[in-house]
């Protein structure tokens, strides 16, 4: 008996679809996460990233942007 | 509250080398794609046996993806990463170790790929010895890549830096398991895999290749030059969060799209197709984020050429995304698949969206790694129209000749009879197509040649000594540390939307990778493992049997020739194919196919029913001389296999290593060179009864001719498929 012997009668077809549910329910939170009108401003000042480097920061580590 | 600052400096003198190699082998790329595209054109072009087009074509794309792309995408991570997280790399020695190893990977790719070694799948050519190489030259830009996170001073990794984690880690795991083999010589191996099981393999390498190699490091270089470019903020960074995640929850789900119709189970078909309709949502989501960033900027866009080659590549970002998911549906790719319809997809792809952004991104750059003005703006300009009409001349050619040979395939006339029988009418049709295409190529290399003269006049103006100023930034803490406004919240809903959480979670590089790669690789498992494993989705076929150790031996003189590169050796179930070619191609057909060699595209027809179809004497006229047979054949001449002489003595190690593979080849594990050399006799007996010349049983011609004799041989004798419970799978199978 080899493993794909076992691996074929263990009915294991089910578990395709357990992963797309779960995939979906991470994409899911992820998206309201990501969406939550609290946040839209704190989250968007992180965009500005790119502009800030190069310039020394002398912001206080750690607090919010 | 203030804590003392530290004190550092930008590597940038990393950068300007991978500037100049970004350059240099994006030229020599595009030169060796026009070279292969004039062949098809002039096939007298195939002067030498290394410059014939099956050994050169892997040759330009390992080129324009791995050295033009690979180094640009290196150069722009370089800059921007340093920058992001206000640290120099982690170490100078790593990142020059990572720069000299590349670029000798690239020279051992362009000396190997001529002399006709290769594993023969697709954007994974290259032999074991450069493969490991690869991995190891890999894995220092890793670990140079996540000290410089470790050393950060920047709490927050934005959004460029997760599309270059997801990159490096993801295409560190498509190379190893892709590039899994036996090796049978310093430069030979074979594939560990088999058949429809190698296949999958390798397109989930190659789509993927695409995905993590072309498109999210290209997408974090975006995300980072764009805004610097049109001087403001993403237009979304919310939207590019979200942009991430579907593209590593789903890009990896596709590859099977490159397989449609082909003998891979039918489910895994579906699912990609599925994933990849779906991946147009966040592709296009990126590229409206994108192009919105210059709102309120479009008028800078008239005056700056970097913009507008941003823009361009940004469209054509667009334009190959929305494109890639209708080539996915089954139907439309019924049409597209082995036409040039695929070549003008990936060269929108390549020529719009990596090279337009490798453009505007160096263009950038170069004031500021030469410390002195671009030399000239009019001449970037005037670079980006000659790109641009070359990219036009291009695809409109190749678009049209894909859709021309695509419909030319699958017509019939009115008694119900292929129209165009003879394939060589379909490849004669081409012809104005190709010259046009030589036309946008040329445009193109020229435009190549004004950014080199750009390159080289800002450099020469350059300061005797870079001015390297010193960054000052406050070191990160090693606790984050808790906002004093954040109360610590009661339930889980609570916990769960407060900001805390995931301002920590985001400030986790290596949780936040092990996630990436949970992502990536249950996705692989649940797509990949079930063919591996569940007999029922390759069934065997009784009298499909080992290939002859002779046959072997003529299979890697097929595999050195490129041979797959144009011929396709897999028979959909269409009327119209098996009118042309036979039987369709079945799973258990290629069960003992280390690689498998189904191709991907026709520039001649499938050879999956090629045995038996012509007499001995007629494969070695048409070896010798192709053009002696078919008029107007484009296929290069190998007269040098009538008279090379066939290593018999090695062909025992390529048994063995078959044999070690579970391909039972019973006796020939003992006396295969033997063997080889009965049959050789035997066919060369023949050819000189059909009239052809003697002494051909020591040479390598016999080998190819009894492959090509060889193949759907076994599917003929019997026919039968059995079911997958009554035959014994191969014992390679698992």
């Known amino acids: ?54 310039t020394p920061t002398t912001k206080p580590p750690g607090g919010t942007r | ?99 000299w190893g590349w670029q000798l990977i690239i020279v051992a790719a362009a000396l190997t790929l001529p002399l006709g070694f290769t594993q023969a799948k697709e954007y994974a050519e290259l032999e074991w010895p450069i493969d490991i190489a690869i991995a190891v030259v890999w894995v220092v830009f890793a670990v140079n890549f996540f000290g410089t996170i470790a ?76 805004p610097k470019a049109a001087e403001r903020p993403v237009f979304s960074y919310r939207l590019s969060i979200v942009h991430f995640w579907t593209l590593v929850f789903m890009y990896i789900w596709a590859g099977p799209h490159h397989l449609h119709y082909t003998a891979l189970p039918e489910w895994a078909s579906t699912l990609g197709m599925v994933f990849s309709v779906m991946l147009l949502m966040p592709s296009w989501g990126g590229m409206v984020n994108g192009l919105l960033t210059l709102r309120g900027a479009w008028h800078k866009v008239v005056e700056d050429p970097i913009l507008k080659f941003f823009v361009v590549a940004i469209t054509a970002y667009g334009m190959a995304t929305f494109e890639g998911p209708m080539l996915s549906i089954k139907s439309v790719n019924g049409l597209a698949h082995y036409t040039d319809w695929i070549i003008a997809h990936v060269h929108t792809g390549a020529l719009g969206w990596n090279g337009f952004l490798t453009f505007g991104m ?21 670079h980006f129209w000659f790109g641009t009409f070359g990219m036009i001349f291009y695809a409109a050619a190749i678009y049209s000749a894909g859709l021309t040979q695509g419909l030319m395939w699958r017509a019939f006339d009115v008694t119900g009879r292929l129209q165009f029988p003879d394939f060589i009418e379909t490849t004669m049709k081409l012809m104005p197509m190709y010259w046009m295409r030589a036309v946008g190529g040329t445009l193109y290399i020229v435009g190549m040649v004004l950014f080199g003269i750009n390159i080289f006049k800002t450099w ?107 011929h396709s050796q897999m028979i959909r179930p269409f009327r119209h194919e098996t009118e042309r070619y036979g039987d369709y191609s079945k799973p258990g057909e290629s069960v003992y196919d280390h690689p498998f060699l189904w191709g991907s595209r026709r ?29 107007h054949s484009i296929m290069p001449p190998y007269p040098k296999m009538l008279t090379n002489k066939l290593d018999f003595e090695g062909l025992q190690k390529r048994v063995d290593a078959m044999a070690m593979l579970g391909v039972p080849y019973g006796d020939a594990v003992h006396r295969a060179p033997q063997m080889a050399r009965e ?56």
């Not at chain 2, 950038?364 to 970037?380: D, E, V």
Request: hydrophobic share 50%; proline share 6%; glycine share 6%.
């Open chain 2, 679 to 734: 049959q050789a006799k035997t066919l060369a007996d023949g050819i000189v009864a059909q009239g052809g010349p003697a002494g051909l049983e020591d040479k390598e011609i016999v080998a190819m001719v009894a492959y090509l004799q060889r193949l759907g041989h076994d599917i003929k004798t019997t026919g039968a498929v059995t079911s997958a419970s009554l035959a014994p799978a191969p014992r390679g199978g698992n």
């Open chain 2, 603 to 631: 520039i001649g027809p499938d050879l999956a029913r090629e045995g038996g179809k012509y007499p001995d004497l007629w494969h070695v006229r048409h070896m010798q001389e192709p053009k002696a047979i078919t008029a």
């Open chain 2, 1 to 99: 509250m203030n804590a003392p600052l530290d004190s550092f400096r930008y590597d940038d003198a990393i950068v300007r080398k991978f500037l100049f190699a970004t350059f240099v082998w994006g030229l020599v790329g595009m030169l060796v794609g026009l070279i292969i595209a004039l062949q098809l054109a002039v096939p007298s072009l195939n002067a030498a046996e290394w410059l014939t087009f099956g050994r050169l074509r892997p040759l330009h794309t390992n080129a324009v993806i791995f050295a033009f792309a690979g180094n640009a995408f290196f150069c722009g991570a370089y800059y921007s990463t340093q920058r992001l997280l206000k640290a120099r790399m982690f170490s100078d020695f790593l990142s020059n170790f990572h720069f």
């Open chain 1, 1 to 54: 008996m080899r493993l794909s012997d076992i691996m074929s009668h263990a009915g294991l077809s089910i578990y395709a679809e357990i992963a797309m549910v779960i995939f979906m329910a991470v994409f899911v939170g992820i998206l309201i996460r990501t969406f939550r009108p609290s946040k839209a401003k704190e989250i968007e000042a992180l965009g500005r990233l790119p502009l800030e480097d190069g």
């Open chain 2, 151 to 226: 050393r950060r001073r920047e709490r927050h990794l934005y959004v460029a830096i997760w599309f270059y984690i997801a990159s490096i880690v993801t295409v560190a795991i498509l190379h190893i398991f892709n590039n899994l083999s036996v090796p049978v010589g310093a430069l030979k191996s074979y594939s560990i895999y088999a058949g429809a099981q190698d296949a999958f393999m390798q397109w989930w390498y190659g789509h993927n290749a695409v995905a993590f190699f072309l498109t999210t490091p290209f997408l974090g270089l975006m995300y980072y030059f764009m």
């Open chain 2, 362 to 382: 160096i263009y950038w750059l170069l004031p500021r790694l030469f410390q002195t003005p671009l030399y000239s703006k009019k001449l970037a300009e005037t």
């Open chain 2, 460 to 566: 020469a103006a350059r300061p005797k000594q870079y001015d390297q100023p010193v960054m000052q930034a406050p070191p990160l803490p090693r606790k984050f540390p808790e906002p004093a406004t954040d109360s610590q919240p009661a339930g889980v809903w609570a916990r769960f939307t407060g900001a805390a959480w995931h301002r920590r979670w985001e400030g986790l590089p290596l949780t936040f990778t092990v996630w990436t790669v949970v992502a990536v690789v249950v996705a692989s498992l649940f797509e990949i493992l079930p063919t591996f494993l569940i007999r029922s989705n390759i069934p065997t076929i009784a009298s499909v049997k080992p290939y002859t150790p002779l046959e072997l031996a003529g299979r890697d003189l097929y595999i050195r020739e490129g041979c797959f590169n144009c």
